[in-house]
């Protein structure tokens, strides 16, 4: 059935709609962003803001907007960061190819690719499982602890550092330029004045560090990603030098704070349902479905962005080529047309390969579909099968856990909790 036609000509001006916006888009009210989404979705398919940005509310247009090739991620960078210009761009942003599309999309995805295989992702399963347990017994002999500090940023990053081949020394300077690229994710109007230069100087840090680790790889290689790619950049028709360390940067940020934020929240989840925990104790073939129902409701990447590269009408509007759209994930994610029962948490929701439910959008649609979403999924996986082997009680010590401010990537600054031995 066609959408009806909206008139967007002028933004909305319902009040509820503006604090709605307000709420969802801002900085504030980041623990619970699904209820201003809920009153978005149930007024429309389709919202103005007052800076005149398109919202998307319903699974059906946002999943349309990310699988086909009439929407480009590459036209709309400065919709979400109007203050780089094109001459501080290469410098504020490096252009991965996460904003690009074919063929240059294609060729880089292409390369990365091989490093992300089923093969090497399976191969990894042990280095995270032993991981894993190390930090979870770390955290049972401390008894109460912060879990978004000792579990879910070290996991994620150690994976991520080794398999790039980031040296131990240099985790805690990559950890504080990754929160600070993650934060400077979000619309530049929303950002304070000291997370746009912490966004800049995060930037300059990564790529003179990843240059500088690139020319020890190039003369010792190893097993690593970073050596690989540097020997693909030595034939220069394939790889640029400015390509490749957006390349790294991108994969390493996109990697470690998203599956850090998945950790908090979707524990948070989970100890707030802790029924859902006594069911995967009881049928633990329950465990590897989990993570993406987890992710369904509480996705890391909340919203992103699209240009129309021809003229398309989507929830009855009009869009002219080179227009942007707001995609809402997270709102698109519990539209109960898409999802029976959406705002349950129900870890059996994507357990019957004869019967799945809906793809989620958390990991994307289509061309920029997240490379790193097995790695992810398994990080996730590894870590509830641990706790409910080793973890007797869980008991979560905060009922409120402050989350950071991100928009686009959500998550949570802590969580406090108390584990038992089991
Ligand atoms: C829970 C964890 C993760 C989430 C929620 C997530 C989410 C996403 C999303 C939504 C996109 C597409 C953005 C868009 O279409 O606008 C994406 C792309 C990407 N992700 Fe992930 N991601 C996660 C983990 C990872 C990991 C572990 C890696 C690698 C180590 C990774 C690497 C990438 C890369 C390289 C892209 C760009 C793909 C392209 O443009 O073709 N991600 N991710």
Redesign the pocket.
Known sequence: MAAPHVNTAVADQDPAILTAMAQLLGPDGRSDPYTPARVLREAGPIHLTPIGHHLLTRYEDCAAV?STTAWS?AEEAGMMHPTVSPENAAEELPTS??WMEPPD?TRL?NL?TKG?TPRMVTRLRPRIEELTEQLVDTALAAGEFDLVELIAYPL?LII?CE?IGVPKEAYGQVHQWSQDLARGFDHDYTLPEESLKARSAASRGFMGYFRELLNERRADPTDDLLSVLSLVEDRGDVLTEQELLATCI??FV??HE??A??IGTGMLRLLRNPEQLDLMRARPELIAAAPDEL?RLE???QI?TRAATRPITVAGHDFEPGEGVVVL?NSANHDPAAFPDPDRTDVTRYSDPMNPAKKHL???LG???????P??LLEMEILIEVLLRKVGAMELLSENPPFKPNVVIRGLESLRVGFKPA
Do not use: D, E, K, Q
């Open positions: 990310l991620h190819f996460l999309h995805r990365v992300f994620p991520a398999l991108t994969t996109a990697g998203t599956t934020n998945l992710l996705p890391s990447v992103t994930i958390g990991f994307s061309i920029h579909y997240c490379l790193g979403a790695l992810a």
